[in-house]
């Protein structure tokens, strides 16, 4: 595994997607409110950090590789915010599209005494205009030739649409380019002729509307099928919390276990899973080895407090057992 985790390095990897700021207000808190029954948080730090689609950006860069990112925020102050996280990180930020009609999604958390008080939403969950998604088709199609694989990586925030979906894979399957999908509900079966589709268990039963029991695995055999024959994807890959993944080629059905992990905080682990998949496919590797080495690479930024990217060196250590 060690060899093809190496392989990452250099890979070129087209992201499109709603990215946001995971904004954080941290201190103590030692007295309530005269003025309502609510904590006093005496502020001891600030923390901006890049969220949603560029937190995958974050991790294809922790693996070696170089993200592309591509995606509409607002010309606001954070905006430039966001942009100026990127350009710190490292990250081209020609795919970004600045709109004055768009806000920036940004999620602020109150933190005190190191738990989480109140979380503060700034977003617009209306798709992207005419405008700017001939300039997101513009930022994409100029940059499909020089990468190795295109991650969709919709957060339902407006920058996917039904619209444009189509559009963006029909441009990648032009180029021969595999397209791995990381999907919420709105846009669900929009995603057709894919080449990896991975919804958590929430998601595909919101996705198909089910009711089925999905911890009894016949039922979800029976669902990604009825899944497949909508969407006609190659490969799908079903995130299952502490119980694993399952990957198919809707032929074979292969059930991996999750690794047994002191689990700290499971944020940011699908952004983590969805990372390493997609380098795999770049890498034309198996899909058996594909989830084995991302459901690993989940559980590991698990055992973080926070949203953090993967450790690369931790991944090579540790996917030498699956060997």
Known sequence: MENLINEFEGKRVLIVGDVMIDAYIMGKVERISPEAPVPVVNIDQRDMR???????????????????LCSVIGKDDDGDALVALMQSSKM??????????????TKTRIIGNKHQLLRMDQEMLSDINDSENDKLIKAFTANIKKCDVVVLEDYNKGVLTEKNIPVLIDIAIKAGKPIAVDPKKKNFLAYKNVT????????????????LNLKKKENLVDLVLELNEKLNNTYTMVTLSEDGVMVTDHSDFNFIPAHLRNISDVSGAGDTVISVASLCLACKVEMGI??????????????????????????????????
């Open 50 to 68: 890049l969220g949603g689609a560029a937190n995958v950006a974050i991790n294809i860069i922790a693996l070696k590789a170089i993200p592309i």
């Open 92 to 105: 081209p930020i020609a795919g970004i599209v600045q709109s004055k009609s768009r806000k920036t999604t």
């Open 196 to 211: 990896l589709f991975k919804p958590n268990l929430k998601e595909i039963k919101e996705g198909l509307n089910s009711d």
């Open 290 to 323: 594909v989830a084995e080495l991302s459901n690993l690479a989940g559980g590991l930024v698990c055992e973080e407090s926070g949203v953090v990217p993967i450790n690369i060196e931790k991944l090579k250590k540790e996917s030498s057992y699956l060997i």
